[in-house]
C-alpha cells in the first residue's frame, strides 16, 4: 500500500500549502526530492492522464518502434501495418522481459530476444516456438494463444504527439487539447512541419520544476537577458481549466536574429505536454520523461508553421538560440533542484501576480495525488 500524500509531506508542510492568504507558499520540498512522492505520482497522477509520449514523425515506416517509459513502466510505441501508431505494454507476455531496448525498425514482427517469442505489429501473438514441446509450434494442452498478445495501451497522436493513458480513464484526446486550442490564436497546426529535434539529455531537476519554469514569465529578464528581449512588462499569465502558461506580446519590433523577440504563448497541457508558439510561424514542443525525483530527460522538437523553405542556416541558427535558451534554464532549474535539500528549503512563496499559473500546477499535482 502507497504512502498518503499526508504522510509524505508532513501534515503542517501539506497544511502550509493549502492555506489561504495574500501570498501562497508553494509545495513542500519533498515533493520535488522524495523518492515516496515520485512514487504516488507514478502511482496516481501520471496512469490517470494523457501522458506525452513521443513524436509520430520518429515512427514513419512499418514497424518502426520507439521504447519509452511512461510512469516508470516500460512502454513501446510501433507503427503498424496500417500506418497506426500503436502502444502496448513493453514486455513479453512468457518472462517478462522488457522487449525492445533502442528505437529502430523491427520489420513486420516484434520478437523477444530470451524465447524467441514473436509477436505482430497489432500485438497478437503468433508464435511461441518449443513451448510445449520438442516441435517448432508444440503448445500445452489447453494453452489459448489469443490470450497472450502484447497488453495494449490506450493511445493517440495529435498533429506530430503521441500521448498515452495507462488506466483508459482519461477523457477524449479531443477534449484534452481543446483548451490549449483556444489558446493558439487561430493558428492551424494542420501546416506544421518538423524541422529539427535537439536532445538535451538528462536535467538534474523534478520534472515539475521544468514545467513551472516553463509557464511562469517572472524570470524571463532575469535569466535570459542576452537570448530574449521580451521585457516582463509585455508578459501575462494564463490560467485556464486545462491549460496554464503565460504569453508575451511584445511592445517592439525585433532586434536582433540572435535573441527571441516575438509575440509569444507558452501553453501546456497537465501533466507534461509542452507547447511555445513563436508569431508568426514557429512551434516548439518539449518532451519532458521523468525518470526520477531529481532526474528528467529532456527533448525539444522544433517545426515551422506553414509554407515556405527554412535554409540549412536558419534552422542551425535556431538549434544555437534553444540550445542556448534551454542552457540557462537548465542551470536555474538543477539549482531550483538542489536548493531543496537545504533544511530552510520550504515550498517557497508565489507571485500572486507572475506565478498564478504555477500555483494551479501544483494545486492539481496535489488534488491528482490526494
Same mark, same amino acid.
Given at each position: 500500500?502507497?504512502?498518503?500524500?499526508?504522510?509524505?509531506?508532513?501534515?503542517?508542510?501539506?497544511?502550509?500549502?493549502?492555506?489561504?492568504?495574500?501570498?501562497?507558499?508553494?509545495?513542500?520540498?519533498?515533493?520535488?526530492?522524495?523518492?515516496?512522492?515520485?512514487?504516488?505520482?507514478?502511482?496516481?497522477?501520471?496512469?490517470?492522464?494523457?501522458?506525452?509520449?513521443?513524436?509520430?514523425?520518429?515512427?514513419?515506416?512499418?514497424?518502426?518502434?520507439?521504447?519509452?517509459?511512461?510512469?516508470?513502466?516500460?512502454?513501446?510505441?510501433?507503427?503498424?501495418?496500417?500506418?497506426?501508431?500503436?502502444?502496448?505494454?513493453?514486455?513479453?507476455?512468457?518472462?517478462?522481459?522488457?522487449?525492445?531496448?533502442?528505437?529502430?525498425?523491427?520489420?513486420?514482427?516484434?520478437?523477444?530476444?530470451?524465447?524467441?517469442?514473436?509477436?505482430?505489429?497489432?500485438?497478437?501473438?503468433?508464435?511461441?516456438?518449443?513451448?510445449?514441446?520438442?516441435?517448432?509450434?508444440?503448445?500445452?494442452?489447453?494453452?489459448?494463444?489469443?490470450?497472450?498478445?502484447?497488453?495494449?495501451?490506450?493511445?493517440?497522436?495529435?498533429?506530430?504527439?503521441?500521448?498515452?493513458?495507462?488506466?483508459?480513464?482519461?477523457?477524449?484526446?479531443?477534449?484534452?487539447?481543446?483548451?490549449?486550442?483556444?489558446?493558439?490564436?487561430?493558428?492551424?497546426?494542420?501546416?506544421?512541419?518538423?524541422?529539427?529535434?535537439?536532445?538535451?539529455?538528462? +536535467?538534474?531537476?523534478?520534472?515539475?520544476?521544468?514545467?513551472?519554469?516553463?509557464?511562469?514569465?517572472?524570470?524571463?529578464?532575469? +535569466?535570459?537577458?542576452?537570448?530574449?528581449?521580451?521585457?516582463?512588462?509585455?508578459?501575462?499569465?494564463?490560467?485556464?481549466?486545462?491549460?496554464?502558461?503565460?504569453?508575451?506580446?511584445?511592445?517592439?519590433?525585433?532586434?536582433?536574429?540572435?535573441?527571441?523577440?516575438?509575440?509569444?504563448?507558452?501553453?501546456?497541457?497537465?501533466?507534461?505536454?509542452?507547447?511555445?508558439?513563436?508569431?508568426?510561424?514557429?512551434?516548439?514542443?518539449?518532451?519532458?520523461?521523468?525518470?526520477?525525483?531529481?532526474?528528467?530527460?529532456?527533448?525539444?522538437?522544433?517545426?515551422?508553421?506553414?509554407?515556405?523553405?527554412?535554409?540549412?542556416?536558419?534552422?542551425?541558427?535556431?538549434?544555437?538560440?534553444?540550445?542556448?535558451?534551454?542552457?540557462?534554464?537548465?542551470?536555474?532549474?538543477?539549482?531550483?533542484?538542489?536548493?531543496?535539500?537545504?533544511?530552510?528549503?520550504?515550498?517557497?512563496?508565489?507571485?500572486?501576480?507572475?506565478?498564478?499559473? +504555477?500555483?494551479?500546477?501544483?494545486?492539481?499535482?496535489?488534488?491528482?495525488?490526494?
Amino acid at each position: 500500500m502507497s504512502l498518503s500524500l499526508r504522510s509524505i509531506l508532513g501534515t503542517e508542510a501539506l497544511a502550509a500549502f493549502e492555506a489561504t492568504g495574500p501570498v501562497a507558499q508553494g509545495l513542500p520540498a519533498a515533493a520535488y526530492t522524495s523518492e515516496a512522492f515520485f512514487a504516488l505520482e507514478n502511482e496516481r497522477l501520471f496512469p490517470d492522464s494523457w501522458v506525452f509520449a513521443g513524436l509520430a514523425h520518429e515512427l514513419a515506416r512499418t514497424g518502426d518502434a520507439v521504447p519509452v517509459t511512461v510512469a516508470g513502466r516500460p512502454v513501446l510505441l510501433v507503427r503498424d501495418a496500417e500506418g497506426r501508431v500503436r502502444a502496448f505494454h513493453n514486455v513479453c507476455r512468457h518472462r517478462c522481459l522488457r522487449l525492445v531496448d533502442e528505437p529502430g525498425n523491427l520489420g513486420s514482427k516484434i520478437r523477444c530476444p530470451y524465447h524467441s517469442w514473436t509477436y505482430g505489429l497489432d500485438g497478437a501473438l503468433l508464435l511461441a516456438p518449443y513451448f510445449g514441446g520438442r516441435e517448432l509450434r508444440a503448445a500445452p494442452a489447453g494453452f489459448d494463444r489469443e490470450r497472450y498478445g502484447l497488453v495494449p495501451v490506450r493511445s493517440a497522436t495529435w498533429h506530430d504527439w503521441i500521448f498515452v493513458n495507462l488506466s483508459g480513464t482519461a477523457p477524449p484526446l479531443e477534449d484534452f487539447v481543446a483548451p490549449l486550442v483556444k489558446r493558439l490564436d487561430g493558428f492551424d497546426l494542420v501546416e506544421l512541419r518538423h524541422l529539427v529535434t535537439i536532445d538535451l539529455g538528462e +536535467v538534474a531537476a523534478n520534472w515539475k520544476l521544468l514545467i513551472e519554469n516553463f509557464i511562469e514569465p517572472y524570470h524571463v529578464q532575469f +535569466v535570459h537577458p542576452t537570448t530574449t528581449e521580451q521585457p516582463l512588462a509585455d508578459h501575462y499569465t494564463i490560467v485556464d481549466p486545462g491549460c496554464l502558461g503565460c504569453a508575451v506580446d511584445v511592445s517592439r519590433d525585433a532586434k536582433r536574429e540572435d535573441t527571441l523577440s516575438a509575440d509569444s504563448r507558452y501553453l501546456t497541457l497537465f501533466p507534461n505536454f509542452v507547447l511555445g508558439l513563436y508569431l508568426p510561424d514557429q512551434v516548439g514542443v518539449h518532451l519532458n520523461i521523468p525518470m526520477a525525483p531529481g532526474r528528467t530527460r529532456q527533448r525539444r522538437a522544433i517545426y515551422r508553421l506553414g509554407p515556405g523553405p527554412v535554409s540549412a542556416e536558419d534552422t542551425e541558427r535556431l538549434v544555437r538560440l534553444w540550445r542556448d535558451v534551454h542552457r540557462e534554464d537548465r542551470d536555474i532549474c538543477e539549482r531550483l533542484q538542489t536548493g531543496r535539500a537545504s533544511d530552510a528549503a520550504g515550498g517557497g512563496v508565489l507571485s500572486p501576480v507572475w506565478e498564478d499559473s +504555477v500555483r494551479s500546477f501544483q494545486e492539481l499535482v496535489v488534488e491528482r495525488l490526494k
